[in-house]
């Protein structure tokens, strides 16, 4: 959530022990972190909230390109009269159990946000667990080489 143009900048550390870091500019239309969400201004967040929306592509032989949308307000506490509330972690695991992939999330970054996997050894349907930052936990599978996603 961007008030204005401003750098934005990603560090990851993958499990080969290499840093992968990176930057670009971002434009920002106005309102930003000091603007409530869409969802607190419609008033519906919380019939949505935790709903997840997803897609999963075999890239070639051993990887899968996972995309998950999950509803949240993802709130900065920056706004009067509205606490921090935002996700703060996100795992991946093959249907087997194994973990394929755990993001933790130090703030909010968007709402109703978006996050972008690419796993290795996928077989089967990956499930997708998140917590947010009053505990509540939200959860979902997705099939490889199909856009629909089905609560567990």
């Not at 703030?107 to 089967?124: L, M, S, W």
């Amino acid at each position: 959530k961007l008030d204005q143009r401003t750098p934005v900048r990603a560090a990851v550390l993958t499990t080969d022990g290499v840093w992968h870091v990176s930057g670009n500019w971002i434009d920002a239309a106005g309102g930003g972190c000091s603007a409530p969400p869409v969802s607190r201004v419609k008033g519906d967040w919380a019939d949505h909230l935790g709903e997840m929306h997803g897609a999963a592509w075999v890239l070639s032989g051993t990887q899968t390109r996972l995309r998950v949308t999950l509803r949240h307000p993802m709130d900065t506490g920056l706004v009067e009269n509205i606490a921090a509330y935002n996700i703060e972690r996100v795992t991946v695991t093959s249907s087997a159990g194994t973990p394929l992939a755990d993001l933790q999330v130090f703030g909010a970054v968007a709402e109703d946000p978006a996050f972008t996997f690419i796993v290795d050894d996928a077989k089967g349907p990956l499930s997708i667990a998140a917590r947010d930052s009053s505990g509540l936990e939200f959860d979902g599978v997705v099939t490889p080489r199909s856009a629909a996603l089905a609560a567990k």
